[in-house]
């Protein structure tokens, strides 16, 4: 009855061969030709960019849609980015990229041979990301629908692998996966777009950042963190901060590394959990689960944004949450509303259909931490949960 059953975006490659009897031919399916995109291709200055599935595109350059013209991408196409390189979106602009559950669209990086996992060797330099502008002048600025994003996010870039500024409610932002960023895999800033079925794993910083005023509404949010996660700074599945920042947030999953081995996990001055709201944000939140994270479950970590929960202006209802050390799965800072306690803010939010679990194990998942087999973040069939949400 507390939450939806999980939906997490599902990107299958099929292989398929095709043979008849045994004097019949096999037909085979070539590989797709590379087609290498340079600073000086005259492609890059035409009114609409097409990317075709027929071809495998090399990007070997930032590639900057300005206000008036249009990147298109066929269902099925790979792009392979180069180190260092990005993709914008300015304001005005239109990302037109609608895969298919089938089809999906990949980025990726460009000459990337590993097998898979979490890349641990500092030599691998990631690609920067998908940035998409908008303005209270454009407020569509396309569609980003079935869509996975890999390897992105650097140490010198400011943004997350997907970062959305100021894009407007009539753009579309669904069925996204986002693997093994460098950077937050997520970020709304300002803006008021809707977005939905969003899955960001073994994200190296947060996993979904809301912030500058973001307004949206977004639900079937999964967030899967991988033991080598970074828990050294502000690191959250869900960060929500800043004044004016009002998201309403249904069917969020965060799954933490539980007590896996990896990194040594210390908050060292600086708030990790789960779900963070720092700076004054305000929130809804429903229909949601939060387990498994070292040192921190909900963190409120704002004055103010304390204040706007206390009013009931804020709200968290029907979730669940777990942290590996119990004392904070329900987290106050001591010094943002003294006198009251981490005690105090536990015993408020368990007044309003919220349940506290004591191990990762109570939430009865078929296999949530197999982080090299098959892992998988939905309820066991038993699991009372599948009952449905509550509003």
């Given amino acids: 009855m507390l939450i939806n059953r999980i939906v997490t975006v599902a990107f299958v490659c099929l292989a398929m061969f095709l ?7 096999v037909f085979l399916e070539r590989p797709k030709p590379e087609l290498s995109i340079k600073a000086t291709d005259k492609r890059l200055k035409a009114a609409t960019i097409h990317l075709q599935k027929d071809t495998v595109y090399v990007l070997q350059t930032d590639l900057v849609i ?30 037109l990229a609608q895969g298919t559950k089938e ?11 590993s097998s898979g996992g979490v890349e641990t ?3 691998i330099k990631n690609w920067k990301g998908i940035s998409l502008y908008g303005s209270p002048s454009s407020k569509n600025s396309g569609i980003l629908s079935y869509t996975r994003i890999e390897f992105a996010g650097t140490k010198k870039g400011e943004s997350a692998s997907l970062y959305l500024n100021n894009v407007g409610s009539e753009t579309r932002v669904n069925n996204i996966q986002v693997s093994y960023s460098n950077k937050p895999a997520f970020e ?16 190296f910083f947060s996993d979904f950042i809301l912030r500058n005023g973001y307004k949206g509404k977004l639900q079937h949010l999964l967030a899967f963190k991988h033991p080598y996660s970074y828990f050294n700074s502000l690191n959250a599945g869900l960060l929500i901060e800043d004044e004016g920042t009002f998201p309403i947030i249904s069917n969020l999953t965060v799954i933490g590394p539980d007590n896996n081995k990896g990194l040594v996990f210390s908050n060292q001055g600086h708030p990790n959990a789960g779900i963070i709201a720092n700076n004054g944000a305000r929130f809804h939140i429903r229909n949601s ?10 963190y409120l970590n704002s004055r103010e944004s304390a204040l ?22 329900f ?5 943002v509303y003294k006198p009251n306690t981490s005690a105090n803010l536990k015993a408020f939010l368990l007044g309003f259909d919220n349940l506290e679990k004591q191990s990762s194990k109570d939430f009865q998942l078929q296999s949530p931490f197999n982080y090299y087999g098959t892992n998988s973040p939905d309820p066991s069939p038993d699991n009372p949960t599948r009952s449905g949400a509550r509003t």
Avoid: W
């Avoid at 043979?19 to 031919?25: N, P, W």
């Avoid at 180190?83 to 300015?90: D, E, N, P, Y």
């Avoid at 089809?103 to 041979?113: A, Q």
């Fill in 19 to 25: 043979a008849a009897c045994k004097k019949e031919s």
């Fill in 66 to 95: 300005d206000s008036g013209k249009v990147l298109e991408i066929d269902a099925g196409t790979l792009i392979k980015v180069a180190t260092m390189q990005s993709i914008t979106i300015k304001a005005g602009g239109k990302l």
């Fill in 103 to 113: 089809e999906p669209i990949v980025f990726t990086l460009e000459g990337y041979t």
């Fill in 121 to 123: 060797d500092t030599r």
């Fill in 188 to 203: 709304f800033s300002g803006g008021n777009v809707n977005a939905s079925h969003l899955v960001a794993y073994s994200t």
């Fill in 289 to 298: 689960a939060v387990l498994g994270f070292p040192i921190g479950g909900f």
């Fill in 308 to 329: 706007s929960l206390q009013s009931r202006e804020s709200t968290i209802k029907h979730s669940i949450f777990h942290s590996n050390t119990n004392s904070r799965t």
């Fill in 331 to 335: 987290f106050l800072n001591p010094e």
